[in-house]
């Protein structure tokens, strides 16, 4: 009976195991197809000055409009396309496409309009990254300043001579260069202060945790203040709540981003978000 039971535990095991690894070959399959097939989309979420209101950037958010799945979130397929090292041609098309877009913005008369994109750690040890990122510069003609690169605490801390000196000749370039996630890592001060960083982007769950008590407001309040002393922009991300963003107002954060506002949205429809002026209202109390 035991024995019985032991071999249909084993049986159903691995018939569970080999589903698990059939899914995944099959996910990788369609994930490999999606480029081709023209199934990704790039969103964007709007990143709003605290000082006037207005949009003064966006970030670029991948999206996979799955065939039989529907609209798929980065955290459903960017683990598997890291690991296989599809995001190295996935990640370049998103290059692409926000740079062509952000072009095309300005050409509409959004000058100056700054646009966001996610770097992964594949991505970023890609010895030619520098040189695709150029190449993509000069296709699309967009002003390199125009362009922030964003990478996490992870990328950048696992090997911390090579990332400065990827970081650096990112710089060269001209393109801006963003810490995201901030806080969630562990990202030493004196890195910091090494990395040639122009931005430092607060994780979300400081921002949630600002009107939580006041250890979770001095903390983001703490940040807030060290980036201003390196001389960094500071970005709080995922700001939900009115609470929240009188608090970055009254703090002296430059730049928020989160759901109060907008969500990532189709390029089209943060067009016509520009096109109307949409601002963000800052008469909080
Ligand atoms: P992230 O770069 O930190 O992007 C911010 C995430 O927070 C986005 O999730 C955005 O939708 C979400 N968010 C923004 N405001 C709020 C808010 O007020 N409340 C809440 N709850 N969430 C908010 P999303 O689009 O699901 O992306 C998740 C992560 O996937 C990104 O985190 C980024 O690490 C990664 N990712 C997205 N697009 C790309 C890409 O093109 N390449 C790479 N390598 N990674 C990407
Ligand atoms: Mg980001
Ligand atoms: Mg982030
Ligand atoms: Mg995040």
């Given at each position: 009976?035991?024995?019985?039971q032991?071999?249909?535990?084993?049986?159903?095991?691995?018939?569970?195991?080999?589903?698990?690894?059939?899914q995944?070959?099959?996910?990788?399959?369609?994930?490999?197809?999606?480029?081709?097939?023209?199934?990704?989309?790039v969103?964007?979420?709007?990143?709003?000055?605290?000082?006037?209101?207005?949009?003064?950037?966006a970030?670029?958010?991948?999206?996979?409009?799955?065939?039989?799945?529907?609209?798929?979130?980065?955290?459903e397929?960017?683990?598997?396309?890291?690991?296989?090292?599809?995001?190295?041609?996935?990640?370049?098309?998103?290059?692409?496409q926000?740079?062509?877009?952000?072009?095309?913005?300005?050409?509409?008369?959004?000058?100056?309009?700054?646009?966001?994109?996610?770097?992964?750690?594949?991505?970023?040890?890609?010895?030619?990254?520098?040189?695709?990122?150029?190449?993509?510069?000069?296709?699309?003609?967009?002003?390199?300043?125009?362009?922030?690169?964003?990478?996490?605490?992870?990328?950048?801390?696992?090997?911390?001579?090579?990332?400065?000196?990827?970081?650096?000749?990112l710089?060269?370039?001209?393109?801006?260069?963003?810490?995201?996630?901030?806080?969630?890592?562990?990202?030493?001060?004196?890195?910091?202060?090494r990395?040639?960083?122009?931005?430092?982007?607060?994780?979300?769950?400081?921002?949630?945790?600002?009107?939580?008590?006041?250890?979770?407001?001095?903390?983001?309040?703490?940040?807030?203040?060290?980036?201003?002393?390196?001389?960094?922009?500071?970005?709080?991300?995922?700001?939900?709540?009115?609470?929240?963003?009188?608090?970055?107002?009254?703090?002296?954060?430059?730049?928020?981003?989160?759901?109060?506002?907008?969500?990532?949205?189709?390029?089209?429809?943060?067009?016509?978000?520009?096109?109307?002026?949409?601002?963000?209202?800052?008469?909080?109390?």
């Amino acid at each position: 009976q035991a024995k019985d039971q032991g071999r249909n535990t084993y049986r159903l095991f691995t018939r569970e195991m080999n589903q698990k690894v059939m899914q995944r070959v099959s996910m990788e399959a369609s994930l490999r197809q999606a480029l081709e097939k023209g199934e990704f989309r790039v969103y964007y979420q709007p990143q709003v000055d605290l000082n006037t209101g207005s949009m003064v950037g966006a970030e670029a958010l991948l999206r996979w409009e799955h065939p039989g799945k529907g609209l798929l979130g980065p955290d459903e397929f960017i683990p598997l396309a890291e690991s296989s090292g599809l995001i190295v041609p996935i990640g370049e098309w998103v290059l692409a496409q926000a740079c062509s877009q952000a072009r095309s913005w300005h050409d509409q008369g959004f000058r100056g309009l700054l646009v966001s994109v996610n770097l992964s750690p594949r991505q970023f040890q890609q010895p030619n990254l520098v040189s695709q990122i150029r190449s993509i510069l000069t296709q699309t003609g967009l002003d390199p300043s125009c362009l922030e690169l964003e990478v996490t605490e992870s990328v950048v801390m696992q090997n911390v001579e090579d990332a400065i000196l990827t970081m650096s000749r990112l710089c060269k370039l001209g393109v801006r260069l963003s810490l995201d996630d901030f806080g969630r890592g562990y990202s030493s001060l004196y890195y910091l202060k090494r990395f040639p960083m122009h931005t430092l982007k607060i994780d979300r769950s400081f921002v949630r945790d600002i009107t939580l008590d006041q250890a979770g407001a001095a903390i983001v309040n703490t940040i807030i203040d060290m980036s201003g002393n390196l001389s960094l922009k500071v970005v709080a991300e995922g700001v939900e709540t009115k609470e929240q963003l009188q608090f970055l107002k009254i703090n002296r954060c430059d730049q928020m981003q989160g759901f109060l506002f907008c969500r990532p949205i189709p390029q089209k429809d943060l067009t016509t978000l520009m096109t109307e002026g949409k601002k963000l209202d800052l008469c909080v109390a």
